[in-house]
Structures are given as structure tokens and as C-alpha cells.
């Protein structure tokens, strides 16, 4: 559900970045009452497995569409809201600038989308009290199912508004809603599913971490989490590395929607304004677009050379490995800096 620099107009999409960098600076003030050295590795592993996890779009069967894991929830379930939207928020800049997934413009919309529903509304208000104090296996299926197909379905209705308010006419309200909704809902049923088998996982090996994040009360001295650590570092490696060969070739929800409603894939893009600036900039940052190695000859060469499914290719490897990596040092970055402003302040 990456939004592209065409889908919005530059007004839009200037202020949904606003929206964003003001909630950036919230979560980074809040993180830094809690934050301490265990959670630091924490972000950049959960941020490089999310990253991997994304690359892998699965079928939606009988509707020619696939989706990919969003995350949002797992994040802010195992670091809580503050830390899982910058998390979040650095695996979709890393996409957008080193990728080329998701265009520049609509990086903010795109962050607001996929982080702050589940970060700051979902999770606080349907997960916890659906969960309770009760951590029964029963109670975290259904808290993490409901949760992510909410989560989605908010996120996916901002992106038919967005368009709206960007006056894209090609995309009439009614037809890209009723589009748009049930393709995301059944993303998010097994967003769902996986959500909750990683915060089984989570909870069955160190439930502490769980359980500070939903009482908001920081993890006791003696709570290690150099087991959860190296388990998401080493599935962010699987994932990003091999698993990503797996990916559904089908179009994702939002393009699916896109096409199905326009004829097109794709919106035209416009020849001038900041869109194209931000275009150029970003054909310079991406060094793998389409999380691949830059095609080199025709694009008849390239058609020819496209390998099937399973797509075993070195570049696809590369770019889960290289992208993970950018993200967890990337995440570090950022709470280690975090953590330096706590201790200046104190």
C-alpha cells in the first residue's frame, strides 16, 4: 500500500509530511522517558525483519491481486506506539530513497498510512482492550486479527481520501472505495494471522517485553532480550534473502484497486513542479530499484531475462540484505541519538 508521487498533489502531500515530521518529533520526546540500551537493538532488528517481510507479497486467491505484510502492529505491540512509528517510519524512508518504493511526495502520506493508525489509534483503543490482562493464546489471535484488518482498513480509506483531496479525477470516490476496502480486508485478515504468531512467539520467550509495553512500565534489570534479538535478526536474513524470492508477481492491493478503477496501473505522472524534482532525486538515491540490481540493455532484453516464479535472483537477495541492514544501522542511528539527549537532559 506504498502511495506514489502521482496518486497526490503537492499540497497533500506536503501536509501530510508535516503531519508526520510533528508526530516524529512526538514519539522521539516520549521515547526518550523510557528508552534504555536493550530496546535499541530491539528497533533495528524488528525494523530490518519488517523491512524483509515487506518484500514478500502473497496472493489473494481469485482476484489476480497480492499483499504484503504491513507491520505496523507487530511493532507496536512488542516496542509500544513511540518506538514502533519511528521504526516504521525509517523502513518506509529507506524504501522510498534507496528502492524506490513509494515515491518522495507521498513518503509522508505513506508513514501516516502504514504507522499512526495502528501505532496511535489502533493499538491503544482495540488491541489492548481487546487483549486485557488476560495473555491466553485466544485472546491475542483475535485482539491481533481485528486489530491489523482495522489498522488496514484505515490505512487504505486515507489513501482513497488522499486522492481525493488531490483532485484525481481518474479515480472516482464511490469506485475506488468499494475497490480499495475489500482487497485490504482480506490483506488483513492474514496480516492478522501472522501478527499474532509473532507476538505468540514473543510472548511464549520473554512475556516481560510484552507485558511492560501494555502496563507502559519500563523492563526490569534482569529481562535479557539477546534471544528475540538474534531470532529477528536471523529471520530478517531468511526472509529478506531467500524468502523474497516467493513474492507474488500479481499487482498489489493498491494497484490492483488502481487499475481496476482507472484501466492503469499507474497514474500519468506530471512534467513539471516539485514531482519531477523529487523524482530525479529519487533515481539517484535508489541504487536498487524494485529492490533489484539497475536493468541494464532494452526493455525487450530485460522482458526476456525476467525469471519466473520462484524469482531466484541474486539481485532480489541483495537488495533484502543490503536494505535490512540500512535499516537496522538506520534505527540504531536514531536511538542512539535519542538515548544522547536523554542523558544531556539529565
Known sequence: MH????????????TLWAGTAAVGGYASKRL???IDDRLIPLMGVL????????MINFTIPGTGSSGHLGGGMILAVILGPHAAFLVMASVLTVQALFFADGGLLALGCNIWNLGIYPCYLVYPLIYKPLLGKSQKQSRI??????????????????????????????????????LMQPIHLAIGLVE?????????????????????????????????LKKIVITFAVLAVITGGVLSWFASTNPDGLEWAVEKAYGRSELPEKGQGIAPVLKAIQEKTAFLPDYNFKPTGSASEKEEADPGWPGIDAGTSAAGLVGAAIVLGMIVFVGMGIRAFRRRDT
Open 3 to 14: 502511495m506514489a508521487d502521482a496518486l497526490l498533489s503537492p499540497a497533500v502531500g506536503a
Open 47 to 54: 525494523g530490518a525483519f519488517i523491512f524483509a517481510a515487506q
Open 32 to 34: 526518550k522517558e523510557r
Open 192 to 224: 492478522g494471522f501472522v501478527t499474532a504468531g509473532v507476538i505468540s512467539y514473543v510472548h511464549g520467550a520473554r512475556p516481560d517485553v510484552i507485558e511492560s509495553v501494555s502496563s507502559s512500565r519500563p523492563l526490569g534489570d534482569r529481562v535479557s
Open 141 to 178: 489471535i483475535i485482539a491481533s486479527v481485528t486489530s491489523a484488518v482495522v489498522a488496514l482498513q484505515l490505512g487504505s480509506f486515507s489513501v482513497v481520501l488522499e486522492t481525493l483531496l488531490s483532485g484525481k479525477s481518474e479515480l472516482p470516490f464511490g469506485a475506488f472505495v468499494l
